[in-house]
T-cell receptor, first 113, second 112 residues
């Protein structure tokens, strides 16, 4: 049962344009959502997060939007840069007893110069 | 540098063997999580420890086990290895309630 889904395995975007990465979830008990970026041969690194009580969080070029009614979140990167090329994982946290983080399968973003 | 250290970086072994992966969490973090990433798969949660005690179990096989020691480092033991166990194994640590995980650079396990 995949509770966190990233339906687009890959995305290509021109440098300077907007990248939009999407994530859907099924569990209404998730209280926190996170995006991680992963370069080859490295561990995932934390990018940005959002609490379930908010609908938007912004950090520089990165903005995460949360639509609770649709159980959908998205990551916007504006403007996209070649260095943003990486795999992006969406994650959701549940606090039933302990903190547990469920990850999606990732979206490979390629920013074309 | 996340502050989470995993050793070894690479491990090549044969089917049927047993290996141990090691993780040192960030200073002050009491929670350690183990994840497995197979080819084209997401990060599959295996197991979590908090201050030496098992807190949660995910899709961890019975052939796999883990523990967290008094100095908070953790080890993941994989036994009777099969070809399908070849994967990247990540360790992550966190301060409970902080809202995020900090990952090590992973151990690439190849079972031949």
């Amino acid at each position: 049962d995949q509770q966190v889904k990233q339906n687009s395995p890959s995305l290509s975007v021109q440098e300077g344009r907007i990248s939009i990465l999407n994530c859907d979830y099924t569990n209404s008990m998730f209280d926190y959502f996170l995006w991680y970026k992963k370069y080859p041969a490295e561990g995932p690194t934390f990018l940005i997060s959002i609490s379930s009580i908010k609908d938007k969080n912004e950090d520089g070029r990165f903005t995460v939007f949360l639509n609770k009614s649709a159980k959908h979140l998205s990551l916007h990167i504006v403007p996209s840069q070649p260095g943003d090329s990486a795999v992006y994982f969406c994650a959701a946290r549940t606090t039933s007893g302990t903190y547990k983080y469920i990850f999606g399968t990732g979206t490979r973003l390629k920013v074309l110069a | 540098d996340s502050g989470v250290t995993q050793t070894p970086k690479h491990l090549i072994t044969a089917t049927g063997q047993r290996v141990t992966l090691r993780c040192s969490p960030r200073s002050g973090d009491l929670s350690v999580y183990w994840y497995q990433q197979s080819l084209d798969q997401g990060l599959q949660f295996l197991i979590q420890y908090y201050n030496g005690e098992e807190r949660a179990k995910g899709n961890i096989l019975e052939r796999f086990s883990a523990q967290q020691f008094p100095d908070l480092h953790s080890e993941l033991n994989l036994s009777s290895l099969e070809l399908g166990d070849s994967a990247l194994y990540f360790c992550a640590s966190s301060v409970e309630g902080s809202g995020g995980l900090f990952f090590g650079s992973g151990t690439q396990l190849s079972v031949l």
